[in-house]
């Protein structure tokens, strides 16, 4: 910038000197001077920059958002969850042995729960009815299924028991178990045991009663004695001794066939019976209805219908149908015979 300030300079210096012309220069020192700082002046200003206001940015203002109200608490859906193993019993779960069923001591016997698999997983044969608690009865501890069970199909289950020595109330709580030994249930969530509940008597119990008589001596009244009682499965041809309980021993007093495509129960030697209806019939009655040697078929007599009947040794006793399956022709009985004709 200083030699540029030079050159100029010089240049005006050079406009004022004396022209050649012989005229005479009218300006003074003094205006010869103010007349180059003006002229300084001047150029400075024309090679000065000018300077430009910078652009300025538009902004342009976000919309406001005004943020939605939040719920304190979801809503909750709650949905079933599926439950693989889980069993259930209708009203005819007792097949065999219901509630409070009298046995005699060291009596054996088999019970027969009847379950349907309401779960999503099929039992297999990997499956088992295992005991649970409670008095295990004899039993083993487990048994293993014989077959599979799919969704939705109902099965029988059997478990051979002996009650014990010892007159009293006895339960036994099972369970189910899975392939993986996992324990599950009948309930809603598949977690209750199912159970056998037996009752064991003596053959003969004597129960005091005591009477007014001149030597005051207490007069014990022997209840009725039994023979023989508890459950009984049947298969055709198969023939059962009510006198002791027994299938296909000697002094059977009924046979099981199928005639003409029915089921029947057929006396056999001096055995006689009779149709009494649902209701347990008493020893009075049984000793007073008219029996009869003629077969009762079984397909047209309901479950849970009683009979009397008579052995071939003239013991008087009455049994009742618990389970009856046309197809595979598998016949469940409960038996009760009493001491004395």
């Keep these: 910038m200083i030699p540029f300030t030079l050159f100029l300079f010089t240049g005006l210096v050079a406009c004022n000197l004396p022209a050649k012309s012989g005229i005479t220069p009218t300006l003074s020192v003094t205006q010869a001077y103010q007349t180059i ?28 958002v005004t943020p939605k109200s939040i719920p304190t608490q979801l809503p909750v859906t709650l949905t079933a969850t599926a439950i693989c193993d889980r069993a259930a019993g209708g ?18 016997f088999t019970k027969v729960w009847r379950l349907t698999n309401t779960g999503t997983c099929t039992w297999t044969n990997s499956y ?23 969704p939705g199909q109902t099965v029988d289950l059997g478990v051979d028991m002996v009650a014990p020595q010892e007159a009293g109330s006895y339960k036994s709580y099972w369970k189910l178990r899975n392939a993986s030994n996992v324990l599950f249930g009948i309930g809603p969530n598949g ?6 509940w037996i009752v064991v008597v003596q053959p003969t119990t004597l129960t005091p009663t005591p009477t007014v008589s001149a030597t005051l001596s207490p007069t014990l009244t022997p209840t009725t004695p039994i023979k ?7 298969n055709l041809g198969d023939a ?42 008493s020893l009075t009655t049984c000793q007073s209805v008219t029996l009869s040697a003629d077969p009762v078929v079984v397909d047209t007599v309901p ?11 003239a013991l008087p006793g009455w049994l009742q149908i ?7 022709g598998i016949l469940n009985l409960q038996i009760y015979t009493w001491a004395i004709p």
């Design 303 to 313: 479950v849970g219908t009683y009979l009397c009947y008579r052995t071939d040794g």
């Design 191 to 196: 977690s209750a045991s199912f159970w056998v």
């Design 240 to 281: 059962l001794d009510l006198d002791t309980n027994t299938v296909n021993g000697s002094g059977a007093d009924l046979s099981y066939q199928l005639n003409n495509l029915m089921h029947s129960l057929d006396p056999i030697s001096s055995a006689a019976m009779t149709v009494v209806g649902s209701a347990q019939p």
């Design 228 to 234: 023989a009682i508890g459950p009984a499965t049947l």
């Design 128 to 150: 088992a009815v295992v005991w649970f608690s409670g008095e295990k009865l004899g039993a083993p501890v487990s048994v293993n299924l014989s077959g599979s069970v799919a």
């Design 37 to 64: 700082a003006v002229r300084l002046t001047q150029s400075v200003g024309l090679i000065t920059p000018t300077q430009t206001a910078p652009n300025q940015v538009t902004t342009t203002p976000l919309p406001t």
């Design 322 to 328: 618990t389970g009856f399956d046309a197809i595979t």
């Design 91 to 108: 009203a005819d779960i007792d097949v065999t042995i219901p509630d409070e069923t009298q046995l005699l001591p060291g009596q054996s």
